[in-house]
C-alpha cells in the first residue's frame, strides 16, 4: 500500500464540501471521518465491523457520533436529509437496498470511493437512474504494481425536471 497516498485519497474524498451535516459510511476506523469533522457541524460514522467499531470510537470520541450498525438498517431509520454523504463500501459494493436508501434520502451531494469497476459500475447506474449526475471522477493508485485503483466519484443531485 502506498501510505503516502492516503491523506491525498482522503481529501480527495472529502474536496472542498463543508455544511450542517455529513454521514461516513462503512467508516472503518474513521480515516474519512476526522476529515469530514473539520468540515462539518454533525458527522454520523457508521460502521458494522465490531473491532473497527470500537478503533473508530476510540480514534474520534467526541468528535463525531458512532453508530455500529449495518448500512442498510442504518439508513432505513434515517429521517433527516444530510448535506453530504461519503460511502467506502467494501469490495463488494453497495447492497441494493442501500443503493435504494441512498435515493430515498437524495442527499444533495455524495461520494463513492471504490476498489472494484464492476460494483461501481452496478452502484452508479442505480444512482444515476435515481437522479444523481457524475460531477467527478478522480483514481489513485494506492496499491502499486497491483491492478487495484480507487475510484473517488463525487456526485450530485441533479434538478427535478
Do not use: W
Amino acid at each position: 500500500m502506498n501510505r503516502f497516498l492516503v491523506d491525498a485519497l482522503g481529501k480527495c474524498a472529502v474536496s472542498d464540501r463543508k455544511g450542517e451535516s455529513a454521514l461516513d459510511l462503512y467508516a472503518g476506523v474513521g480515516l474519512f471521518a476526522r476529515t469530514l469533522a473539520d468540515r462539518f457541524r454533525k458527522v454520523t460514522a457508521v460502521e458494522a465491523g465490531y473491532s473497527a467499531f470500537r478503533d473508530l470510537e476510540h480514534n474520534l470520541a467526541g468528535r463525531v457520533e458512532t453508530r455500529h450498525s449495518t448500512t442498510e438498517e442504518f439508513l432505513v431509520g434515517l429521517r433527516a436529509t444530510p448535506d453530504f454523504i461519503l460511502a467506502d463500501p467494501p469490495r463488494a459494493g453497495l447492497d441494493k437496498g442501500v443503493v435504494r436508501e441512498l435515493a430515498r434520502i437524495a442527499a444533495p451531494q455524495l461520494t463513492i470511493i471504490s476498489c472494484d469497476p464492476a460494483t461501481l459500475a452496478r452502484d452508479l447506474r442505480g444512482l444515476l437512474d435515481a437522479r444523481y449526475r457524475i460531477d467527478q471522477v478522480t483514481l489513485i493508485d494506492l496499491f502499486p504494481q497491483t491492478f487495484h485503483i480507487e475510484t473517488v466519484v463525487e456526485l450530485g443531485l441533479a434538478a427535478a425536471e
